[in-house]
C-alpha cells in the first residue's frame, strides 16, 4: 500500500471478473450442480515490487477465490469484516497457493494483503474473463498500448500469449474491454462473442462526451498443424 500510495499509479479497484469452477479451475454451472467442491474467481489487478517483468513496477492481472458457500453466507451475514476475509489470493510460491489474505480487512487501508502471483507478466493491466463452452477454455479480453488483446486458459491459472493481431482503431484509444457470450446466456461464449469497448479520440480519455460505445464480433477456432 505503501509503494502504491506513493507512486503515483492509477489503480483500477472494482473491476473483475467472477467465475464459477471447482478447485481445478474447471468450469461449473451456476448456482453449481454442488455447492460444496464449487468455488468463486476474481479476477483483479494487484501491485507488489519485486516481481517479474513488468509486474516489477507495474499493475498486472491476478487471482483470488473462496468457497462458493462461504461467499454466500458472508454476503447475507451482513457482518463486512466476513465478506472482506473470505477471498484468498493465488501465490504460486507457496506450499498452499490459496492462504493469501485478499485484502487487509481494514476500511482505512491501514493493514497489508497478502502475495499474489501474476498470471502473466509481460504485460501490464487486468482484464475480464469469460467461459468459452464451445472450445471448453476461458478468454481474457484487456487494453494494451497496441489495442485490445486476447488471451486464453484453461484452469484459470496457466495463460497463452496473445491470440492473433490486436483491434486497434487509428487516432482512437480503446478502453474498458469486456466480453459477451452470445450463447443465450451472456456470461457463456461460443465461437463468435462480442467484445464491447469505449472508444476516445487519442488524448481525450476521461472526456465521456467525445467517446463512443462499439462492439466488434470474434471469430474463435482451433488451428491444427
Not at 162 to 172: L, R, V
Not at 190 to 215: L, M, Q, W
Request: charged share 15%; proline share 9%; aromatic share 12%.
Amino acid at each position: 500500500m505503501s509503494v502504491f500510495t506513493s507512486g503515483g499509479t492509477n489503480m483500477a479497484v472494482g473491476y473483475g471478473s467472477l467465475v464459477v469452477a471447482d478447485a481445478y479451475g474447471k468450469h461449473l454451472d451456476n448456482p453449481p450442480a454442488d455447492p460444496s467442491v464449487a468455488y468463486f474467481y476474481l479476477f483483479y489487478t494487484d501491485l507488489s515490487p519485486g516481481l517479474p517483468g513488468v509486474c516489477a513496477t507495474e499493475i498486472c492481472m491476478g487471482v483470488a477465490r473462496a468457497p462458493y458457500a462461504d461467499v454466500i453466507a458472508a454476503a447475507l451475514s451482513g457482518d463486512p469484516h466476513k465478506a472482506a476475509q473470505v477471498f484468498h489470493k493465488y501465490d504460486g510460491a507457496s506450499p498452499d497457493p490459496w492462504t493469501q489474505p485478499a485484502t487487509s480487512d481494514t476500511p482505512n487501508l491501514s493493514g497489508i494483503a497478502g502475495k499474489y502471483t501474476p498470471l502473466w507478466t509481460d504485460e501490464p493491466g487486468g482484464a475480464e474473463v469469460i467461459y468459452d463452452s464451445s472450445f471448453d477454455t476461458y478468454l481474457a479480453v484487456y487494453q494494451s498500448s497496441a489495442g485490445i488483446k486476447l488471451r486464453a486458459s484453461s484452469d484459470l491459472i496457466h495463460w497463452s500469449g496473445p491470440i492473433g493481431a490486436p483491434y486497434y482503431e487509428t487516432g482512437h484509444t480503446l478502453y474498458y474491454p469486456t466480453l459477451m457470450g452470445e450463447t443465450g446466456d451472456p456470461t457463456i461464449a461460443g465461437r463468435a462473442p462480442r467484445v464491447y469497448f469505449s472508444s476516445f479520440p487519442t488524448g481525450a480519455f476521461p472526456d465521456y462526451s467525445t467517446s463512443v460505445f462499439e462492439s466488434v464480433q470474434l471469430t474463435l477456432s482451433i488451428q491444427t498443424s
